[in-house]
């Protein structure tokens, strides 16, 4: 007998809302069984989760999410979902270099924007001491 979960178990170890699980379910995402209202989720429910949350958590869209999960189901052998994340864990490692590059260059900005002002204010706050003595 395969061991199976219900939301709230699913919920509790993923650090998630039961509403977060049903999302992905209404997204095609995962796919429990019904037993009446009640949702069973399988070991395939179970892992397919695991790489959503995965993707979620390195910033990857539902819609690139979905493209590697469904490998999961597609290709035994993991290799063409192996490939295919390889390659997205590239492309955001680049554009997140980007933005780090651009939040460093902004963040140069502001430092020099912000001495200028600490300046600026020391020299009008001197200036005005001497016209009050």
């Not at 192996?82 to 900005?109: M, P």
């Not at 502001?110 to 001495?115: C, P, V, W, Y």
């Amino acid at each position: 007998m395969s061991e199976t979960w219900g939301i709230a178990e699913l919920a509790a170890e993923f650090g998630v809302t039961t509403r977060t699980i049903r999302f992905y379910e209404d997204k095609d995402l995962i796919a429990p069984e019904r037993r009446g209202q009640r949702r069973v989720y399988h070991l395939r429910d179970k892992v397919r989760l695991q790489l959503i949350m995965r993707g979620k958590r390195l910033g990857f869209s539902l819609d690139e999410i979905r493209a590697m999960v469904d490998l999961y189901d597609a290709d035994p052998t993991e290799v063409s979902q192996l490939r295919l994340f390889l390659d997205k864990l590239r492309e955001r490692k680049g554009l997140l270099t980007i933005q780090r590059e651009d939040i460093d260059q902004v963040l140069k900005e502001i430092a020099a924007r912000e001495a200028q002002c600490e300046r600026l204010l020391s020299e009008k706050q001197t200036g005005a001491k001497r016209a009050s003595n």
